[in-house]
Every structure is written in C-alpha cells, then in structure tokens.
C-alpha cells in the first residue's frame, strides 16, 4: 500500500471521531502534532477536494449553527472507504513502528 | 487584513472558489481572531502563513485546470513547429548567411530548453493525488 502523504492522514485522522468543518480541522491537527503542523486553508481545502474526488470523504449537511459564522461552513464526514483507508494506514504506521522498535532494541543490545 | 485575504481569494479558479471561499474566509476570520488574542508574534506569524499558504495553493490549483493543460499543450506544440520551421529552413538552405545559421542554433537551444520544461512539469502532476489509493 503507498504510504499516505502527511496532510491525508492528517484530515483523515482528524475526521476519526465524526464530522468537522475545515476550521475544527485545522484546529484537531495543530492539536494532534503539537502545534508542529499547522495546515493553511488552501492545503487543507485543496486535499479535501481530493479526497472528496477519491470518495474517501463526503460533505455532510451542517447541524444548526452556533455563531453566524458557522453558517458558512460546510461539514465533512470519512466515508466507509475512507475510514478503511486511515485504518491501513495507522496498521502500516504500527508495522513500522514494530520494526523499528526491534532494530533499535538490537543495536542497543550490540553497543 | 480580511478584506486583502478576500480579495487574493478571487485568485483561485473559479470552481475551487466558489466552492470553498466561503468556508476559507470564515477560517481566516476565526484564525485572526484566535491570534490577535495571543499576541503581535503569532499575529504576524498567521497573516504570513495564511497568506504564503493561499499564494502557494494559487499555483498548484490553476495547475490543475483544463485551461491550463490547454495552454501548455499549445506551448508546446507551437515550440515544436517552430524548430522544425528553422530546421527545414536550415538544410533548405545550408550556405545563407550567418545570421541564419545563429537563429537555427538559437532556436535548437530554446527547443531543448522548453521541452525540459514541459517534460518536467508533465512529469510532476498531482504528488498528494497519486498518493491517495
């Protein structure tokens, strides 16, 4: 499987635990990285767009709004594929892990 | 600031902005407000990501329309026509004037130079798409 570029993964992850709007977004990854990733507005729309086009996220209808901003959002949900996608993924990312965690456990073991 | 940031917006094509200008000027606006209370550093810090962002995003959207794939064709095809123009007119006539054989060269040079170009930028299409399974 290729690998999923950081801002993919990033989206996808955010939208695990149900919809977001592309500010709560940003803000989940900021979050999620430790302020290390701080994605721009056009980065972030730009790999929905894709992603909407790899039927991997959908548009969603937006719940009532809270502020009059939020009128003008729109909202976004994983889709089943998605969803197996960002799976795959972190099962990859562990794989990884796994492995590297035993070459290191090996060096350590030499030295 | 938000009206600038508005305002660069209209560069995006057309089908990109109106689908998602609207949810990318809210973003702004809730950003700039989230900033300003953090402080002048982180002010400044998120007018020059927001806006090198949206610049840099320009680019690779318009990348992306049919306009452009026509407009690169048509580069390349005239590019090519004109260095088979210079190559005929080049052993039609081997002996012209200096000049003539100066433009040939000339021309044999730029030829190289634009289809290294466009093979490049063939080459490099979409890496976040390519990557999504």
């Given amino acids: 499987m290729t690998p999923l570029t950081p801002a993919v993964f990033h989206i996808l992850l955010a939208l695990a635990p149900g919809d977001r709007h592309g500010y709560g977004i940003m803000q989940d990854i900021a979050e999620h990285t430790d302020g290390e990733l701080k994605m721009g507005a056009g980065t972030l729309y730009g790999t929905i767009q894709r992603l909407m086009d790899a039927g991997l996220v959908r548009e969603v209808e937006s719940p009532p709004p809270e502020t009059v901003r939020d009128e003008r959002r729109r909202h976004y949900r994983l889709t089943p594929a998605g969803r197996r996608t960002l799976d795959a993924e972190v099962h990859r990312l562990e794989g990884l892990i796994r492995v590297a965690r035993g070459v290191q456990r090996a060096a350590r073991g030499k030295g | ?133």
């Fill in chain 2, 1 to 133: 600031m938000t009206a600038l940031y508005r305002i660069l917006l209209r560069l995006y094509p057309a089908p990109f902005y109106d689908r998602f200008a609207r949810d990318m000027s809210a973003d702004f606006d809730d950003g700039y407000s989230d900033a300003r209370h953090k402080g002048l550093v982180t002010l400044i810090e998120f007018i020059m990501r927001s806006h090198g962002d949206l610049l840099a995003t320009v680019a690779a959207q318009w990348r992306y329309t049919e306009s452009f794939m026509i407009w690169r064709a048509s580069v390349s095809i005239s590019l090519t026509i004109w260095a088979l123009v210079f190559v005929i007119a080049a052993f039609e006539w081997p002996r012209g004037p200096a000049t003539l054989l100066f433009v040939v060269q000339l021309s044999l040079a730029l030829t190289t130079c634009a289809a290294l170009t466009i093979g490049l930028a063939l080459h490099s299409t979409r890496p976040e798409e390519q990557r999504i399974p």
